[in-house]
């Protein structure tokens, strides 16, 4: 799919709650030509189990430094492994 728009977050350096509360203002604007990526120091449990509760499509990577990449879409038809940067 083409011209979709990334809405990015480094959220590595942010203090709790803060990743959270971005990503759900993020998350909110999601529509069929955008995806969310954040790359944080954990995986953000409570962030996916948020959006895996409003049906989104998750992809979530631990890369070889340890940090975790995390792509959420609202639109089923995008292949987030094709979007994912590790």
């Known amino acids: 799919m083409t011209n979709l728009k990334k809405i990015a977050l480094d959220a590595r350096e942010l203090e709790h709650p803060k990743p959270l509360e971005i990503a759900m203002k993020a998350l909110r604007e999601l529509d069929e030509k955008n ?12 962030l996916l189990d948020l959006a895996s509760g409003q049906n989104f499509q998750i992809l979530n990577r631990e890369d070889a430094k340890g940090e975790w990449h995390i ?8 292949d987030l492994t ?3 940067d590790v």
């Open 35 to 46: 995806y969310f990526y954040m790359i944080h120091r954990k995986n953000p449990i409570p």
């Open 71 to 78: 792509l959420i879409c609202k639109n089923p038809h995008i």
């Open 82 to 84: 094709e979007l994912i």
